[in-house]
């Protein structure tokens, strides 16, 4: 029997880091061709798959494991900056309460 491997050297940066979220699916000789293809652009380091990052929507049918990407959301900077913000001031108030409540230990 004859094994079809995909030829994944056509597809662009972002349909290969989406496959990888996809990978369970893959055929094991599939994955390994994506691994490779994923090393060759140097697309396999932590700090690139962190520039793919933002918000996908799966869908799952009933009674698999699987799941499957539909889409990804463009990550909202905006919205990251103002959580970072909320919690920068959090930990300044806790800090300050902690430097300001006499300590029971003394």
């Given at each position: 029997?004859?094994?079809i491997v ?46 793919f ?9 009933q ?34 309460v ?7 230990a003394?």
């Amino acid at each position: 029997m004859k094994v079809i491997v995909p030829n994944y050297d056509e597809k662009s940066d972002d349909e290969l880091l989406r496959l990888t979220l996809e990978s369970d699916s893959l055929t094991p000789e599939a994955g390994d061709a994506l691994r490779i293809e994923l090393k060759k652009r140097s697309l396999d380091s932590p700090t690139r798959l962190a520039k793919f990052l933002g918000t996908y929507r799966f869908s799952r049918d009933q009674g698999s494991k699987r799941f499957r990407v539909l889409d990804k959301k463009a990550l909202d900077w905006g919205q990251v900056a103002w959580l970072w913000t909320k919690a920068l001031a959090i930990i300044a108030v806790v800090l300050f309460v902690m430097d300001t409540v006499p300590s029971a230990a003394k």
